[in-house]
């Protein structure tokens, strides 16, 4: 059955509406299997946090058949995470004030054993919207051997396909800087502070003295209000990594720092179990490569049906 979008002089638009249950036929040839830094970047460019890699990066890669379509980064969780302690209280940090070092060290080495974070999931453009992205993430979480992936994404309160490959997310909430970041922006920007194109040509518009003001005044509150600047490797440098920040670069940690305001969610992995800080996890029971269409033999909190598991080949040319 056809509709018409669009008829004409100039162009003619039609609709073909498809079933229901209708799957892109390349999903057959569509495969997950462990990448490298090569693989992402060919696509960091399409993703807003392309310049840098987070801690611990590990890669999978969406192939149709021999030609990389897309990428999974995989990273080392966060120490404190707000998102966490709401929905696993029982790692919530110093609750009642009973906490000591050995409790934190601890603490911290159960989560780094069982603990992934999704950090990038990018597909290239002329694949989406034919519930790849979904069916890959999925495979890999599964793939990535550890029993929680946690995942952060502002665009998750837009685009579900999180959802729809298992994520449970906690409730939406503004960031914590948002009121004062306002106050800020409106002191020294008549732009609308979330565009960055109008906050960087307001700022260059500037005379020299009150530009060089604004800029160190950006750099001030930053800095003050970030807690990334001060946790992990970062505590050690003080301000020192701040002022090395160019002026788009501090114009864009500045807006995430104010406006992100990302959901907090978590896969529960049914292919792979929880250990205890110093063991060895055991090796995966899943193949190397698993075709994205492996998703749709089970309910997405089930393990995967090794019976059903379709591994494909290379295909040789």
């Known amino acids: 059955m056809k509709s018409i979008i669009t008829d004409n002089d100039d162009a003619l638009v039609v609709r073909n509406c498809m079933p229901h249950n209708h799957k892109l036929s390349l999903l057959k040839d569509i ?26 990066p590990r890669i999978w890669r969406v192939m149709l058949n021999e030609q990389s379509i897309g990428v999974v980064v995989m990273a080392v969780p966060k120490t404190l995470l707000s998102g966490r302690n709401e929905l696993f209280k029982h790692l919530r940090p110093n609750v009642n004030g009973k906490d000591n070092k050995l409790i934190n060290q601890y603490r911290l080495r159960w989560i780094n054993a069982n603990v992934f974070v999704n950090s990038r999931t990018v597909l290239d453009t002329m694949y989406r919207g034919a519930g790849i992205a979904k069916r890959a993430l999925n495979i890999a979480m599964r793939m990535s051997g550890k029993p929680i992936v946690e995942f952060q994404s502002s665009m998750s309160k837009f685009n579900r396909f999180a959802e729809h490959a298992g994520i449970v997310f906690s409730p939406p909430r503004r960031a914590s800087n948002y009121e004062r970041g306002l106050v800020f922006f409106n002191r020294w920007f008549d732009c609308a502070p979330q565009d960055f194109a109008s906050v960087k040509e307001e700022l260059d518009a500037m005379p020299t003295f009150v530009r060089n003001k604004c800029i160190q005044a950006m750099r001030d509150f930053y800095y003050q209000y970030s807690s990334l600047e001060k946790s992990g490797n970062n505590r050690m440098n003080g301000t020192k990594r701040v002022e090395g920040l160019t002026d788009d ?17 978590f896969y529960k992995n049914p292919d792979a179990t929880f250990i ?18 492996s998703f749709d033999n089970q309910p997405i909190d089930a ?15």
């Open 31 to 56: 495969y997950v299997e462990v990448g490298t830094k090569e693989d992402w970047d060919k696509f960091k460019d399409l993703h807003y946090k392309g310049d840098e890699l987070p801690v611990g």
């Open 303 to 317: 393990p995967l049906d090794m019976e059903k598991l379709h591994v494909p080949h290379c295909k040789t040319t």
């Open 249 to 265: 670069k501090l114009i864009k940690n500045l807006q995430q720092l104010v406006f992100a305001s990302p959901l907090y969610g």
């Open 276 to 293: 205890m800080p110093g063991e060895v996890r055991a090796e995966t029971h899943l193949p190397a490569r698993i075709s994205i269409l």
